[in-house]
């Protein structure tokens, strides 16, 4: 299959492979603003076509340090199984070397199989695991503390410089890895927060009305999920969310504590093309 860009008036037929994919999904719809202005995301939408008609999708994005972030692959129902997840990452692959990417990353499900053998064939690797939690937060709570904006870059490498956290932070289920660019896009976008002992990233790349995310906390770990869930309902947010390494017990604990329950548990895969630690 041939692969070309994608542009907004593809969009209605990009709903329809979505919706035949993952039917009841609506992902694609309510996040096309970020994915087509060009300017909250940079990449590009990638159309495999069979006979000039669209039937898959999948999104190259550049993230703060230059990897590649592989999202939204989907194939129509009626066209799966015919090479048009290959093209899509034959073309994931040429935009890698185009932007000299110094390593391209995904996630899928843990029991999904399909998505990470597709990886596997193209050469990527698995890179760690990570277990989600969740929140749904009814009523606003109140907490003491001591928390203020971390806004220089330095500060915010000094408290996040943390191998216990792993080597990815996970917002919106996009998984970064753990470097100065990363806490330079962080600090800008005031998403660091610590009172001295206990360091807290809040926030999200995308879809805020879904909820926030908690990047990374360490320290007293109670005290930041509360004032993660207290910032949470300030914003009108309802649900707040947190992706960590599983063998990250004290974490479980005390999310167990502040009424969090599991959610999924999820596999990063990464292809390094320059053999270098992204530090």
Not at 22 to 30: A, D, N
Request: charged residues 25%; contains cysteine; aromatic residues 10%.
């Amino acid at each position: 299959m041939k692969t070309r860009k994608a542009i907004l008036s593809d969009l209605e037929r990009m709903l329809e492979i979505e919706e035949s994919a993952i039917p009841g999904y609506g992902y694609l719809f309510e996040n096309k603003d970020f994915y087509f202005d060009g300017i909250q995301n940079k990449g590009e939408m990638i159309l495999a076509l069979k006979d000039d008609l669209p039937v898959g999708m999948g999104q190259y994005s550049v993230l703060p340090d230059g990897s590649g972030w592989l999202e939204i692959l989907r194939v129509h129902k009626d066209f799966q199984h015919q090479g048009a997840g290959h093209a899509i990452y034959r073309r994931y692959m040429e935009l890698a070397e185009l932007t000299d990417a110094p390593a391209v990353t995904m996630f899928t499900g843990r029991k999904n199989i399909a998505s990470k053998t597709l990886a596997e064939k193209n050469g990527f690797q698995l890179a760690t695991a990570h277990m989600e939690y969740v929140k749904i937060l009814e009523e606003m709570t109140e907490c003491e503390h001591s928390f203020h904006l971390v806004t220089d870059v330095l500060e915010a490498q000094k408290r996040l410089n943390d191998a216990s956290w792993g080597p990815f932070m996970g917002l919106n289920r996009t998984y970064f890895h753990m470097n100065l660019p990363l806490y330079k896009w962080l600090t800008e976008r005031k998403m660091v927060y610590s009172d001295g002992q206990s360091t807290l990233v809040l926030g999200c790349r995308m879809l805020k009305h879904r909820g926030y995310y908690i990047g990374y906390m360490s320290g007293d770990l109670r005290k930041c999920i509360q004032f993660a869930c207290m910032k949470t309902k300030q914003e009108n947010l309802s649900k707040l969310t947190v992706s960590f390494l599983p063998e990250r017990t004290d974490i479980i604990d005390a999310l167990h504590q502040e009424g969090f329950t599991a959610l999924s548990e999820l596999i990063v895969m990464e292809l390094n093309r320059k053999g270098e630690k992204h530090v």
